[in-house]
């Protein structure tokens, strides 16, 4: 499977899957955000990709750029089911920095910041809006609401937790935009189970990326 980077000029950015020989067709190529990611971090949309496209991968996931290794090997354990392997690899580590702010993915749909206070880590709110009913994005100091697709990817995966695994891989493909060291769902929403948030989490932390669950987002 490869995975192309695209944008377009009326504000919109994300991944096309393009299946080789051997792979599954998605039922959607696609996985976009109304908003134009500036900053790619080649190893989050590695990440993404994983956690989109990677089911669909017979066993090769192919990017445009080098993925380090250390992210590489963690995406080729999550998919260790299908052997997939990553390609091309950069073996010199990525010692990129994006902040140290956290992202609360909220799936309210209402539209608020968190209670931010200097000295302390700053949190993002980011809600992830269905582009069946909503489009574009509002991104003020503390949240953004985007329009995404990743309901679509949500609802014709097969797997359960698919609806956070894709809002998940939106906050992944933000995170870098966003100076995000860290992304935090809330606890009704988990719908993984404890051996797959494990497996979440060491596929997000080589990229720079802490996973955590909330009781609430609220």
Same mark, same amino acid.
């Given at each position: 499977?490869?995975?192309?980077?695209?944008?377009?000029?009326?504000?919109?950015?994300?991944?096309?899957?393009?299946?080789?020989?051997?792979?599954?067709?998605?039922?959607?190529?696609?996985?976009?955000?109304?908003?134009?990611?500036?900053?790619?971090?080649?190893?989050?949309?590695?990440?993404?990709?994983?956690?989109?496209?990677?089911?669909?991968?017979?066993?090769?996931?192919?990017?445009?750029?080098?993925?380090?290794?250390?992210?590489?090997?963690?995406?080729?354990?999550?998919?260790?089911?299908?052997?997939?392997?990553?390609?091309?690899?950069?073996?010199?580590?990525? =010692? !990129? &920095?994006?902040?140290?702010?956290? $992202?609360?993915? *909220?799936? /309210?749909? +209402?539209?608020? %910041?968190?209670?931010?206070?200097?000295?302390?880590?700053?949190?993002?709110?980011?809600?992830?809006?269905?582009?069946?009913?909503?489009?574009?994005?509002?991104?003020?100091?503390?949240?953004?609401?985007?329009?995404?697709?990743?309901?679509?990817?949500?609802?014709?995966?097969?797997?359960?937790?698919?609806?956070?695994? =894709? !809002? &998940?891989?939106?906050?992944?493909? $933000?995170?870098? *935009?966003? /100076?995000? +060291?860290?992304? %935090?769902?809330?606890?009704?929403?988990?719908?993984?189970?404890?051996?797959?948030?494990?497996?979440?989490?060491?596929?997000?932390?080589?990229?720079?990326?802490?996973?955590?669950?909330?009781?609430?987002?609220?």
């Amino acid at each position: 499977m490869k995975i192309k980077w695209t944008a377009n000029s009326f504000g919109r950015s994300g991944m096309l899957a393009i299946p080789e020989g051997g792979d599954t067709q998605p039922p959607v190529d696609t996985f976009y955000l109304d908003y134009i990611v500036e900053n790619i971090d080649q190893d989050r949309v590695a990440v993404a990709a994983a956690l989109v496209f990677g089911q669909y991968a017979n066993d090769r996931l192919m990017f445009e750029k080098p993925i380090s290794a250390v992210v590489a090997r963690a995406v080729e354990v999550f998919l260790r089911e299908r052997l997939v392997r990553v390609d091309p690899v950069n073996y010199v580590e990525n =010692s !990129s &920095l994006h902040g140290d702010s956290i $992202l609360v993915l *909220d799936h /309210s749909g +209402a539209h608020s %910041a968190p209670d931010n206070q200097l000295g302390r880590q700053r949190h993002i709110r980011v809600c992830i809006l269905p582009t069946e009913s909503n489009s574009g994005g509002l991104l003020t100091m503390d949240s953004l609401r985007v329009a995404s697709n990743a309901w679509l990817h949500a609802q014709r995966q097969p797997m359960r937790s698919s609806e956070a695994l =894709s !809002s &998940l891989a939106a906050g992944v493909l $933000l995170s870098a *935009d966003l /100076s995000a +060291a860290g992304i %935090a769902t809330c606890e009704s929403f988990d719908v993984t189970g404890p051996i797959q948030t494990d497996s979440l989490r060491a596929l997000l932390e080589p990229a720079g990326l802490s996973l955590s669950i909330q009781a609430t987002c609220g």
